[in-house]
């Protein structure tokens, strides 16, 4: 009795799932889509989507089968969700941890005996922010007229902690320093600051603990520490002079190399200066400038820093000065009578740049102040301190991805959808009124039903970066 009771109640459970209605929704098949749904009668029907090589498919209505509905399997829509907007790099968000007399280096302290070396040493100010997987890397560079200077200046620490705040790492630089007071000894000091530069920012690189991203690095400095900063970005191997070394009878000639391997995404130049134009061409990096127009140390337009006249050049400025040189340098042998070769500020930067098609803003100040963090008693200057970070900041943030996500369908195969970026960390995709076929790194594959309502594909991510990005189409 129990075991006919018990085959019963079998053959009841089998029947019940036999007969059990398919809910309208959307399912997969073996060559398609189908979508069950009720007609006005409330009689149960379905459409079939096929041809999934075309943006548009084709549909056939038919009455659902009991054996096609044991086909059905019902289909999964893809994770989606928007990504909310971040004011990354903008705001002050994280506490900050510092370490001090990072030694990132060991050069020869005097040339002319290399068995003295030095320590080359960093601070370094990194921001707790335990949920990033990259960051980007802000190197700074103290002022000093490359004689006397240090990483530990209190505007510069205060930047730097600023900095840090909104997700850099910061890493304030010491560099070799001093020279005897002719130009050829302040051009040696100014290259060994960029080749100091050069392998600060190398080590740093090799710190997988920092979590740095390799192609978002910045440089940032004020008055010399500026001119290393534009130095770092802009200058190569080609721009950088031989060195000539007298050994008994014999002379030795080596160029100098600075080991790059990395690229500077933008600058901020705080009355700061460039030791030759050209080597704005090497490369379109965006750069910020600060100065004053009557800047009384470095040229606003074109002179020698502590002497130059600061007149504003006339547009055929470069070419004359540069054949009034060759002429000179011809009948007048090279004399030692001025400390700094002739730099070009400010003014001149912009209006290079400015032909050259690179992004770049000049805020320039009336008066001589040089140093425009400090007041006239040498305390911070905080409205225009402040000012300026957050301007730098502002600019910075807008160049952390160089080419922000721009959705588009391709023109040859309308059924894919293409984000074309590799700044790329995370990305969702979302179709209404079709289905996603398949889809890749930064490009997805589309289906539309032509009886839908409503058409759209959207795409919603994360850059490398933290920032984050929502884009959508309507078809």
């Known amino acids: 009795m129990k075991a006919r009771h018990l085959i019963g109640c079998l053959c009841l459970l089998l029947a019940l799932s036999c007969s059990r209605a398919v809910e309208p929704g959307l399912y997969t098949v ?48 893809p994770e989606f969700h928007r990504f909310p907007g971040r004011e990354l790099y903008r705001e002050p968000s994280f506490q900050v941890g510092e370490s001090k007399d990072i030694v990132y280096g060991r050069v020869v302290k005097n040339a002319d005996d290399d068995r003295e070396r030095m320590d080359l040493k960093m601070d370094l100010y990194v921001p707790a922010d335990g949920s990033r997987t990259s960051r980007p890397l802000l190197v700074t560079f103290h002022g000093g007229a490359f004689f006397d200077g240090d990483k530990r200046d209190s505007a510069l620490v205060e930047w730097c902690r600023y900095f840090a705040s909104l997700g850099y790492v910061v890493s304030s630089v010491d560099y070799r320093q001093g020279y005897r007071r002719n130009e050829k ?116 337009w074109a002179g020698r820093p502590y002497e130059q006249e600061n007149e504003k050049p006339d547009d055929g400025f470069e070419l004359l000065r540069s054949i009034f040189e060759s002429i000179v340098s011809i009948f007048v042998p090279e004399v030692e009578r001025h400390v700094f070769r002739e730099m070009y500020g400010a003014g001149v930067i912009h209006r290079v740049l400015k032909r050259a098609g690179t992004p770049n803003e000049l805020h320039a100040f009336d008066g001589d102040k040089h140093n425009l963090f400090l007041d006239d008693e040498g305390n911070i200057d905080y409205p225009l301190y402040d000012e300026i970070k957050e301007q730098t900041a502002n600019f910075f943030a807008s160049r952390m991805v160089v080419a922000p996500v721009s959705l588009r369908q391709d023109a040859e195969d309308p059924q894919l959808f293409i984000i074309d970026n590799t700044e790329v960390e995370t990305c969702l995709w979302l179709v209404e009124g079709g289905v996603l076929v398949g889809k890749g790194d930064d490009a997805a594959r589309i289906l539309l039903f032509p009886d839908a309502p409503v058409h759209s594909v959207s795409v919603s991510g994360e850059y490398l970066s933290g920032e984050t990005f929502n884009e959508t189409i309507e078809l």
């Open 30 to 77: 073996q060559d398609g889509y189908v979508r069950v749904f009720l007609d006005s009668l409330g009689n149960k029907k379905a459409i079939m989507y096929r041809d999934i090589s075309a943006l548009w498919a084709d549909t056939l209505s038919f009455v659902l089968t009991k054996e096609q509905e044991k086909t059905l399997k019902p289909y999964n829509a």
């Open 185 to 300: 000894e302040t051009d040696n000091a100014m290259y060994k600051a960029v080749k100091d530069a050069n392998a600060a920012v190398r080590f740093l690189l090799k710190r997988d603990s920092l979590l740095i991203h390799s192609e978002r690095i910045f440089a940032a400095g004020a008055d010399a520490g500026a001119i290393t900063a534009m130095n770092l970005a802009f200058m190569r191997d080609e721009n950088m002079p031989e060195i000539i070394t007298e050994r008994g009878d014999s002379t030795i000639i080596t160029k100098q190399q600075l080991m790059r391997g990395f690229d500077v995404r933008a600058v901020a130049n705080l009355w700061g200066a460039v030791p030759d134009t050209a080597i704005l061409r090497n490369a379109k990096i965006p750069v910020i400038s600060f100065q004053s127009k009557e800047d009384a140390v470095v040229p606003f």
